[in-house]
T-cell receptor, first 114, second 112 residues
Framework: EAEVAQSPRYKITEKSQAVAFWCDPI?????LYWYRQILGQGPELLVQ????????DSQLPKDRFSAERLKGVDSTLKIQPAELGDSAMYLC????????????FGPGTRLLVL | DAKTTQPPSMDCAEGRAANLPCNHS???????VYWYRQIHSQGPQYIIH???NNETNEMASLIITEDRKSSTLILPHATLRDTAVYYC?????????????FGKGTHLIIQP
């Protein structure tokens, strides 16, 4: 069964350092999403791509967060500089249909900022 | 803001049917009801979705009331592995930006 791949699964960094997360969606899925989930809360959308284009980044803190999907396949989410409040699970999801396709999530990257 | 209301937690005995309620009284005509679950430290898992008819798949059944203001997710024979947080999400169809809006969900605990 095809799955969304994410790496690393866990990341520990110090505040003010740069950190990057990678996501490989299910093959053929043109829509890709990044979510952030703070402990005890539901996931919140950060950014949505359709192919290589950004559809929605209204909730992305653009002063320190950036996301790219240069070839419309895999994607990277970067934080620079990391802050203590960025400690969270970062989830990637993909969907086949656009709009409104069912989203399938990866296992997530758990970030701890010290 | 989440458009759904769910109880924060529920218990169910192993082998029994688990019935998880969700209120979505402000749902619009073009909005679907989606259910996801999240087992501890994993990514959310899609379960089922529907518009107005009842739906069933290999995981669960979804019962939507006739006025569409509430729904119930049914796990017919709950096992310990069904312990998770269950999210009910209302999602419009069509349009471009279609990220899911998660609430706090229901923490379902299956008791042995």
């Amino acid at each position: 069964e095809a799955e969304v791949a994410q790496s690393p699964r866990y990341k520990i960094t110090e505040k003010s350092q740069a950190v990057a997360f990678w996501c490989d969606p299910i093959s053929g899925h043109a829509t890709l999403y990044w979510y952030r989930q703070i402990l005890g809360q539901g996931p919140e959308l950060l950014v949505q791509f359709q192919d290589e284009s950004v559809v929605d980044d209204s909730q992305l803190p653009k002063d320190r967060f950036s996301a790219e999907r240069l070839k419309g396949v895999d994607s990277t989410l970067k934080i620079q500089p990391a802050e203590l409040g960025d400690s969270a699970m970062y989830l990637c999801a993909s969907s086949l249909a656009f709009p409104s396709g069912t989203q399938y999530f990866g296992p997530g990257t758990r970030l701890l900022v010290l | 803001d989440a458009k759904t209301t769910q109880p924060p937690s529920m218990d169910c005995a192993e082998g029994r049917a688990a019935n998880l309620p969700c209120n979505h009284s402000t749902i619009s005509g073009n909005e679907y009801v989606y259910w996801y679950r999240q087992i501890h430290s994993q990514g959310p898992q899609y379960i089922i979705h529907g518009l107005k008819n009842n739906e069933t798949n290999e995981m669960a059944s979804l019962i939507i009331t006739e006025d569409r203001k509430s729904s119930t997710l049914i796990l017919p024979h709950a096992t310990l592995r069904d312990t998770a947080v269950y999210y009910c999400i209302v999602r419009p169809q069509g349009g471009g930006a279609d990220g899911l809006t998660f609430g706090k969900g229901t923490h379902l605990i299956i008791q042995p």
